[in-house]
């Protein structure tokens, strides 16, 4: 007997067992897909990770439906490495799975319903919403759940199609449908019968009458004659300015004949330009550094001030890894750089880049997985974003983490809740080869690695061509608002800034990371605000839609006329967002065209292109935006930035504030005077003696560092601990309450460290869900492994009281 161990693209962490023939054994092989049955009628596909001849002994192996691939999909060190993902961060293999394939290639069974062949049916017998689904069956042969709702008119369809099916005149059957179809180009040619010229004179003498005809005929000649390349219909439209009739009726002639080629989506061939890089004295320093660091250890950290030309080292170490053969993975926290540097990437190699992140459609994806599979000259250096990780390297070479500092490198919801950077690092290790970290502002934890001869340093102090760095000016705004000096949110040091800079035809960039018109609308009369209906927090309103929206859940209502509670219509706004200082600028600057960046703005596949094409382009002349402005963009022209209110980030009840808002505004104003002048940066706070303001001011990373871990030590935290926290979510207040207490008493009562809890969050009800948390500290010097087993076995005995078996719970090893 013959077998094959699985992994299903579900939230379960055992693999499963499926019978083969002998045939199918000595065929599949690891990292191969096969669909398989699952439940009672449920198709999925399973990924292949072991054969053998171990029969099961709980149940009975059932046989496989079909195997998918004809080579394997998936490399065994990927295997491995999910296998690590999945037992470091205390998930399900199966989550990590579905995480890592394009979901393109996780073909699962639609439920396809239709109507039985002989089947007689009495109309006057049924329902008026069984009649509807009889109905829609006599004009398509098949229905597929989603389109029953939708002619229903409601969710909860199966009760009706269950009646339809005990009564014999529905049945299901179910399909795997294949999502993935290659694009086709049309293409163009003469027909044969006309390769001799004779023909071709009595063909141009055929079309003396026909002149749109003949003068397609004659672009396609042009055309043919200055390029060897083959012509598409759509080149050849373009070329003559004549519609795509007049050659389908050509075609029609038989004078061309169509014919069509496979295609990539996404191509960078036109982007190439020649370019020698020259690095700078300092450039090149750093560059032998990291050669040099490279040496004896797998990871450096690249820590260079602002603008000090971090991406020219990067390609001049991907260049070095190129010419040796290897790929290269370069990792960035956000999509809307990804936007930036794949122009700054492709002019330099041109079609060797290839780009992966989810405003990439399913089929865009599916081909940079093949092309990186195959080793593809198309897909030698990735850049993505954390998804990228997952992708099937042969040949890795090297892992460049840009920006590593920033949080979106860790993933919150849903599992996997890895950190790419980490998890990067372990890639590397199966890979042997070598990890740049690169930050004008490191992670307290790199830095300590760093440091401590874990990790290889350099630095870089300067920015290129010796501009200087940007010269910070604090605002007080409490002294502000006492002279009166305000206009709006704006002070009036801000305003002659922005004056200046404008009249000089600079830009501007302005930052307030909290989107939206402002975050609370308030009832002058009695102080009712309102509330999400599922969720602890109140309602933002958006000015723009004159709606109330809920940044958690998405719920949404029309602003009030007048307050729910009281009914007076004495309504204010409280605090501020980027769409309020948006309509400040429109009536203080108004000549002038103001942009904005956040997530509302960014929502489409190009959200961010067009946003930061049009700024590079200086259509734009001031940019408002949420944190997605302070990581890595570059823009030439900018002088000035604004910090509209720096306490916003300080005060948050997280022990990595202090951390957070200095790398916040650092590389805020790292923005600014990025070319020859130097650049100004006005901050607006309420506290400009706050210790990580003055830090930033000054530059003083150092500063910052060694005070935040003075803190870190003190009250154990990493870097000297390491956090698991676990999440509780149930419907029932009091059944949560009491289920988080057990799970607390067996926890700190097993384990001999610090577990805090079980703690309400600052929005403690998400979704009517309402949450508790609990905290684990982990010394470092204690192992983890066993560790985590420990605490495994307690979920798993929690999960096993009856009472507590709905709640949900959530690890999230080494918390960020």
Same mark, same amino acid.
């Given at each position: 007997m013959y077998f094959v161990e699985v992994i299903l693209p579900l939230s379960l962490s055992k693999t499963f067992t499926y019978k083969v023939s002998e045939a199918e054994y000595n065929y599949i092989k690891k990292g191969m897909?096969?669909?398989?049955?699952?439940?009672?009628?449920?198709?999925?596909?399973?990924?292949?990770?072991?054969?053998?001849?171990?029969?099961?002994?709980?149940?009975?192996?059932?046989?496989?439906?079909?195997?998918?691939?004809?080579?394997?999909?998936v490399t065994e060190i990927q295997i491995a490495h999910w296998q690590w993902i999945a037992s470091y961060y205390m998930c399900a293999i199966g989550d990590v799975y579905r995480g890592a394939m394009p979901s393109a290639f996780l073909l699962e069974s639609e439920t396809i319903i239709s109507q039985k062949q002989d089947a007689v049916v009495d109309e006057l017998q049924l329902t008026d919403e069984e009649f509807l689904i009889y109905d829609a069956l006599q004009h398509q042969s098949s229905l597929k759940v989603q389109d029953i709702i939708a002619i229903v008119g409601k969710k909860n369809v199966f009760p009706i199609i269950q009646?339809?099916?005990?009564?014999?005149? @529905?049945?299901?059957?179910?399909?795997?449908?294949?999502?993935?179809?290659?694009?086709?180009?049309?293409?163009?040619?003469?027909?044969?019968?006309?390769?001799?010229?004779?023909?071709?004179?009595?063909?141009?003498?055929?079309?003396?009458?026909?002149?749109?005809?003949?003068?397609?005929? @004659?672009?396609?000649?042009?055309?043919?004659?200055?390029?060897?390349?083959?012509?598409?219909?759509?080149?050849?439209?373009?070329?003559?300015?004549?519609?795509?009739?007049?050659?389908?009726?050509l075609v029609d002639k038989n004078i061309f004949e169509e014919y069509h080629l496979q295609e990539d989506r996404v191509s960078f061939d036109k982007n190439q330009k020649e370019k020698n890089l020259q690095l700078s004295t300092a450039q090149q320093q750093?560059?032998?550094?990291?050669?040099?660091?490279?040496?004896?250890k797998d990871v450096c950290l690249l820590h260079g001030v602002t603008s000090s030309?971090?991406?020219?080292?990067?390609?001049?170490?991907?260049?070095?890894?190129?010419?040796?053969?290897?790929?290269?993975?370069?990792?960035?926290?956000?999509?809307?750089?990804?936007?930036?540097?794949?122009?700054?990437?492709?002019?330099?190699?041109?079609?060797?880049?290839?780009?992966f992140h989810s405003k990439y459609t399913n089929n865009e994806r599916v081909e940079v997985w093949r092309q990186v599979l195959e080793d593809s000259p198309k897909a030698k250096i990735v850049i993505g974003a954390r998804s990228a990780?997952?992708?099937?390297?042969?040949?890795?070479?090297?892992?460049?983490?840009?920006?590593?500092?920033?949080?979106?490198?860790?993933?919150?919801?849903?599992?996997?809740?890895?950190?790419?950077?980490?998890?990067?690092?372990? @890639?590397?290790?199966?890979?042997?080869?070598?990890?740049?970290?690169?930050?004008?502002?490191?992670?307290?934890?790199?830095?300590?690695?760093?440091?401590?001869?874990?990790? *290889?340093?350099?630095?870089?102090?300067?920015?290129?061509?010796?501009?200087?760095?940007?010269?910070?000016?604090?605002?007080?705004?409490?002294?502000?608002?006492?002279?009166?000096?305000?206009?709006?949110?704006?002070?009036?040091?801000?305003?002659?800034n922005m004056a200046e800079a404008l009249a000089l035809g600079e830009q501007i960039i302005l930052f307030q990371n909290r989107r939206g018109y402002s975050p609370v609308l308030e009832c002058i009369t009695c102080g009712h605000v309102p509330e999400c209906p599922q969720?602890?927090?109140? @309602?933002?309103?958006?000015?723009?839609?004159?709606?109330?929206?809920?940044?958690?859940? *998405?719920?949404?209502?029309?602003?009030?006329?007048?307050?729910?509670?009281?009914?007076?219509?004495?309504?204010?706004?409280?605090?501020?967002?980027?769409?309020?200082?948006?309509?400040?600028?429109?009536?203080?600057?108004?000549?002038?065209?103001?942009?904005?960046?956040?997530?509302?703005?960014?929502?489409?596949?190009?959200?961010?292109?067009k946003i930061i094409d049009s700024f590079k382009n200086r259509e734009i002349d001031i940019l408002v935006g949420t944190q997605m402005l302070a990581k890595g963009l570059d823009f030439d022209n900018v002088s000035l930035v604004g910090i509209m209110n720096a306490d916003n980030m300080l005060y948050h009840p997280d022990f990595r504030a202090f951390e957070r808002s200095y790398q916040m505004m650092t590389q805020v104003s790292g923005r600014a005077g990025r070319s020859e002048k130097r650049g100004k940066v006005v901050i607006q706070t309420y506290?400009?003696?706050?210790?990580?303001?003055?830090?930033?001011?000054?530059?003083?990373?150092?500063?910052?560092?060694?005070?935040?871990?003075?803190?870190?030590?003190?009250?154990?935290y990493p870097p000297y601990y390491r956090l698991i926290k676990i999440t509780l979510k149930h419907r029932d207040f009091d059944k949560l309450k009491e289920g988080a207490m057990w799970l607390y008493q067996v926890m700190s009562q097993n384990l001999d460290m610090p577990v805090l809890g079980p703690e309400e969050p600052a929005i403690s009800r998400i979704r009517n869900e309402y949450i508790r948390t609990i905290m684990i500290k982990i010394p470092q010097n204690q192992p983890l492994g066993g560790i985590k087993k420990t605490i495994q076995k307690m979920l798993n005995s929690f999960e096993a009281v009856p009472q507590y078996r709905p709640i949900k719970t959530a690890v999230n090893v080494d918390f960020y």
């Open positions: 897909r096969i669909a398989v049955p699952f439940g009672k009628s449920k198709i999925y596909t399973a990924l292949a990770i072991e054969l053998h001849q171990n029969e099961p002994t709980l149940y009975e192996a059932k046989e496989i439906h079909q195997i998918l691939d004809e080579s394997p999909l009646k339809l099916i005990d009564r014999n005149i @529905l049945v299901l059957q179910e399909e795997v449908i294949e999502l993935y179809k290659p694009k086709l180009t049309r293409y163009i040619r003469l027909h044969q019968d006309y390769a001799a010229e004779e023909n071709l004179v009595a063909l141009l003498d055929n079309l003396k009458n026909a002149k749109k005809q003949k003068d397609i005929l @004659l672009s396609y000649f042009q055309l043919n004659a200055s390029q060897k390349k083959p012509i598409s219909v759509k080149q050849l439209v373009e070329n003559s300015k004549v519609s795509s009739t007049v050659v389908k009726a750093a560059f032998d550094g990291i050669a040099a660091a490279f040496t004896e030309g971090k991406t020219e080292i990067y390609i001049q170490l991907i260049e070095d890894y190129l010419a040796v053969g290897k790929q290269v993975l370069y990792l960035l926290p956000e999509i809307a750089l990804t936007t930036q540097l794949v122009g700054r990437l492709t002019a330099h190699f041109g079609n060797q880049v290839a780009v990780l997952f992708l099937p390297f042969q040949e890795l070479g090297l892992i460049i983490i840009d920006e590593e500092h920033e949080q979106t490198f860790k993933q919150y919801d849903p599992a996997p809740r890895y950190h790419a950077r980490d998890a990067a690092i372990v @890639l590397a290790n199966s890979h042997k080869s070598k990890v740049l970290l690169g930050s004008a502002t490191p992670s307290l934890e790199t830095y300590f690695n760093a440091a401590s001869s874990k990790y *290889g340093l350099v630095e870089i102090t300067e920015r290129f061509g010796n501009v200087m760095m940007p010269e910070i000016e604090l605002v007080d705004l409490k002294d502000k608002y006492f002279r009166k000096r305000m206009k709006g949110h704006f002070s009036d040091t801000l305003l002659e969720c602890d927090v109140s @309602l933002t309103y958006h000015k723009n839609k004159n709606q109330l929206r809920c940044h958690y859940c *998405g719920y949404s209502m029309a602003k009030p006329t007048n307050c729910h509670n009281c009914s007076s219509v004495d309504l204010t706004t409280k605090g501020f967002g980027t769409e309020q200082i948006e309509m400040e600028l429109a009536s203080l600057f108004p000549e002038k065209k103001t942009g904005r960046m956040d997530q509302d703005t960014t929502r489409g596949k190009y959200g961010y292109e506290n400009p003696n706050h210790n990580t303001i003055q830090q930033v001011t000054n530059n003083d990373y150092i500063g910052m560092y060694k005070e935040q871990l003075y803190d870190r030590h003190i009250f154990k």
